[in-house]
């Protein structure tokens, strides 16, 4: 069953005896206050005011140039040249650092990848702590250089709102549990003690998970690699890519030399020419409220955990940062959108989609009747990278080889981007042996049709299986 239609009977019935109940808590609690049509994500607001650097301008020579300053780039940048400090760095951002899908994601810091169904028992155990080691060295690069980024690792459950799902998650945790798996089975009343949501059956929590302001990371870096001896060059869009055994990048008011390149623009990357057969861009829509308080948090039933998701084809998935806010996205196809070839701006947001975020109110009021009262402050789009078969590519290609590229995270970038600088790096040195054979390395893809064919097919498909990335 499918949110794009109906929600499942015992859901919408559990929400319509809630809501036929007086609230006179709850009421008073959250009254009603204008919302924001800014476009502008909750996590750049909460960041401190910013102002990009200046573009480039003339000629350069490098040993690496990273195009795009979102996760990806900006950790390749800072894992490469604490690595190799000598080597000369560009970093070159169409507009400003986390201006992407960095800075306008859902906030979700998860383990996995976006499907790791029909994985080995070794290979689960080994993506699992891969993506678990990645968020604890998120957590570490915070620490060590002391970053204003605000973040939350309490867990996160994945709900199931049908019993038959709920009792198989339940053995197949246990199983994860045999292989160093530390996941945890939550049943329906242990879950309802922590997090009262509506018609679910049970959950499994992933302990190591949480929630993070992307922004405030990725900008917060900046100084750090700066010091480290990278360029970085913002309000500088490439143009036009000439490989060979040095690389030329052509932008509005310069060119870099550069004997390596690495492609950090995730669902922008067609726009250079590559990958435009494997990756589309598709805009996600998130809102947000005001922050609650302790009190307003108890009366919605959020009593724990940073976040979850559901296991309807159509994810819902929300989060409750540090301050207290409550961040929602998904929960049917109009939460998210594909813009005929591959339009990578989805223009005038929020006003040109109020029936999407509409949608997403009422789905976020089904699994919480008490929330038709909070406080919308923030409503945004972001840009993700998807793939035909939702999966992660990392790797290097070219004739001579020294066009790195990791995109594709479907939903999943928040840890992966971050995981992926650390990746490269050790695959441009050649320390990368760990890596080798996991599903993304130099993984083949399906190939996506031109169009018009690419966007019928993206409507026929959401609209037959229902399936929707996580973001």
């Known amino acids: 069953m499918a949110f794009g239609g109906k929600l499942p009977v015992k859901l919408l019935m559990g929400a319509a005896q809630v809501a036929s109940m007086t609230w006179p808590v709850a009421s008073a609690l959250f009254p009603e206050k204008l919302e924001v049509d800014d476009n502008q994500a909750l996590w750049v607001r909460q960041s401190p005011p910013y102002t990009p650097g200046e ?5 350069i020579d490098v040993d690496l140039a990273i195009i795009g300053g979102g996760f990806t780039g900006v950790s390749t940048a800072y894992h490469f040249s604490r690595r190799f400090p000598e080597k000369r760095v560009a970093l070159l951002e169409a507009k400003s650092l986390a201006n992407g899908a960095s800075g306008r994601n859902g906030g979700m810091l998860l383990n996995w990848l976006s499907d790791h169904t029909g994985y080995s028992d070794d ?3 080994k993506v699992y702590h891969m993506t678990s080691q990645g968020i604890q060295m998120i957590v570490d690069i915070i620490k060590e250089h002391n970053l204003d980024v605000s973040y939350r690792l309490d867990g996160t459950l994945h709900t199931y709102t049908d019993p038959a799902r709920a ?3 339940h053995a197949e945790t246990e ?3 045999t292989l160093g798996i530390p996941e945890k089975y939550l049943d329906s009343a242990a879950l309802r003690e922590k997090l009262n949501v509506q018609g679910v059956y049970g959950a499994v929590l992933d302990p190591g998970t949480g929630q993070i302001n992307g922004a405030q990371l990725v900008r917060g870096l900046r100084p750090v690699l700066v010091a480290g ?10 143009l036009k890519v000439r490989e060979g055994s040095t690389i030329t990048l052509t932008t509005p008011e310069g060119e870099v030399r550069a004997k390596a390149i690495m492609l950090a623009t995730n669902g922008y990357t067609g ?8 990756v589309f861009p598709l805009h996600s829509h998130v809102f947000a409220t005001a922050p609650l308080t302790a009190e307003q948090q108890a009366a919605l039933g959020w009593h724990a ?7 309807l084809d159509r994810i819902s998935y929300s989060v409750v940062t540090r301050e207290g806010n409550i961040v929602f996205g998904g929960g049917s196809n109009q939460s998210y959108a594909y813009l005929f070839k591959n339009r990578t701006a989805y223009p005038g947001t929020p006003d040109s989609a109020p029936r999407s975020f509409t949608r997403m109110r009422d789905t976020m009021t089904q699994y919480f009747p008490q929330t038709p009262g909070l406080p919308i402050q923030h409503r945004w789009t972001g840009t993700l990278g998807i793939t ?3 999966n992660w590519l990392l790797g290097v290609r070219g004739e001579h080889r020294n066009v790195y590229y990791s995109v594709g995270y479907c939903g999943h970038g928040v840890t992966l981007a971050n995981v992926a600088g650390k990746i490269i790096t050790q695959m441009i040195s050649g320390d990368d042996d760990a890596y080798r054979g996991l599903p993304f390395y130099q993984a083949s893809y399906g190939r996506i049709p031109p169009e018009p064919f690419r966007w019928m097919g993206y409507q026929f498909f959401t609209r037959l299986t229902g399936k929707s990335p996580r973001a």
């Open 305 to 311: 955990f940073a976040g979850y998701s559901d296991d």
């Open 271 to 278: 726009k250079l020419g590559y990958f435009q057969d494997a």
């Open 175 to 177: 199983h994860l549990n």
């Open 55 to 59: 573009p480039l301008r003339g000629t």
């Open 167 to 169: 009792e198989a998650a």
């Open 229 to 238: 001896g990278v360029a970085i060059y913002e309000g500088t869009p490439v």
């Open 388 to 390: 035909l078969r939702r």
């Open 123 to 125: 290979m689960l155990a």
